[in-house]
């Protein structure tokens, strides 16, 4: 039986490859795109079933859940939004399925922030660090030896946070994971210190397997000379400009989803007739993106085994376009009345930066373990480790 779901899980992985490089190489008509892409949808979810069903870690079944349902996405978008094809190809002219057009689409689909293309999303961070486009990329070999130490400490970082003493799971009842007004009263300092604590070692918890996984694909890649350093750039950015919500989801965080996620809701929004300068526009690609995002982390928490009635991907994220809409609003109002130099993109007074760099660090403190909690709940240290080697023995 096991067996049986093992290939049939191999083979919705081969199949997804196959036919979004076919779509993109041969699908001319807009009718075929649509029904490629609707095959795409059947062979995530056949893909999701079949693995979750004979695969025991829990931590990895999340993580292939996400990066197949963000793959289904990247490749939905180029067919049907950005209409992206065989003229786009590097040898339009020659062989319709020659090796490096076949390559070319292959890669694409995968190279979600369109790194090195007309597409290439925003924010992508440099080598050097920041935003800016740094000149300086490493060669291989710094490449390589600077991805591999990355790894390593990392490794170790999360080999350190399931080797050390069990958590209390009291602290992640299902009553504590919300901090609403009616429970205020009844937190106390040390709680709210153990919260922030947990907030913040559960976010890393949750970032540096995704990291792990691009930075050894990148190493493999680089190193079989099938991509270059400069097309495999740094995964997160600047946690130091992260000083609003906006900025964490559009600068701080991986960016993997974005140009399939703004994509999608541009063409929504443009179907609506909403003009494009508009407020109630930015709005509804807010609400659009993130809708989409919480969907695919809802069906990540239904990989990871959590039961339906406690997964809230959804509802986490659909709760930061209402902090994002807040923040607009407050730095309109304080910028217009308050303080009529700058701008929450200029350069803020280091008060106003500890201040928003805080209310940052609130926001997530409140709202995460809506949805973290429940994870920690429904999975083992012991059994679920994303490491696969365990390199500090488990007491």
Not at 288 to 312: K, M, R, T, Y
Not at 386 to 393: N, S, T
Request: net charge positive; aromatic share 14%.
């Amino acid at each position: 039986m096991i067996d049986h779901l093992l290939s049939i899980s191999a083979a919705c992985i081969i199949g997804l490859n196959v036919l979004s490089t076919l779509g993109l190489l041969t699908a001319r008509t807009k009718f075929t795109r649509i029904l490629i892409s609707t095959i795409l949808l059947g062979l995530t979810s056949v893909f999701q079933y079949t693995f979750t069903t004979w695969y025991q870690n829990r931590m990895h079944r999340g993580l292939a859940a996400s990066i197949f349902w963000a793959y289904l996405l990247s490749s939905t978008e180029l067919l049907l939004i950005s209409d992206v094809g065989f003229k786009d190809a590097p040898e339009p002219s020659n062989g319709l399925l020659s090796w490096r057009n076949i390559k070319w689409a292959i890669f694409l689909s995968w190279n979600m922030r369109r790194v090195g293309t007309k597409w290439e999303v925003k924010n992508i961070p440099s080598f050097s660090g920041g935003r800016t486009k740094s000149k300086e990329v490493p060669s291989a070999t710094q490449f390589i030896r600077k991805r591999l130490l990355i790894v390593v400490l990392a490794s170790l970082f999360l080999d350190a946070i399931t080797s050390g003493p069990p958590p209390d799971m009291e602290m992640f009842s299902e009553e504590k994971q919300y901090l609403n007004f009616a429970r205020l009263s009844q937190v106390d300092l040390e709680e709210l210190i153990t919260r922030v604590i947990l907030t913040m070692t559960i976010t890393l918890n949750a970032a540096l397997p995704i990291m792990i996984t691009y930075y050894v694909a990148s190493i493999i890649l680089v190193a079989t000379g099938l991509n270059t350093p400069a097309e495999l750039p740094p995964l997160y950015g600047p946690l130091l400009e992260c000083y609003s919500v906006r900025r964490f989801w559009g600068l701080l965080w991986h960016q993997w989803l974005r140009r399939s996620l703004t994509g999608i809701a541009a063409s929504v929004t443009t179907s609506l007739s909403i003009p494009r300068q508009s407020n109630l526009y930015r709005v509804t690609s807010l609400l659009i993106v993130f809708a989409i995002s919480g969907c695919i982390h809802q069906l990540s928490d239904l990989a990871i085994g959590i039961p339906q009635f406690e997964a809230n991907g959804f509802y986490f994220f659909m709760l930061q376009p209402l902090a994002i809409v807040f923040e607009d609003a407050f730095e309109s109002l304080y910028f217009r009345y308050f303080r009529r130099e700058g701008g929450i993109y200029g350069r803020l007074r280091t008060w106003e930066y500890v201040i928003c760099f805080l209310w940052v660090v609130l926001y997530f403190t409140v709202l995460a373990p809506i949805w973290f909690w429940p994870a920690v709940r429904h999975t083992d240290p012991t059994r679920d480790s994303f490491l696969l080697v365990r390199i500090v023995p488990f007491k």
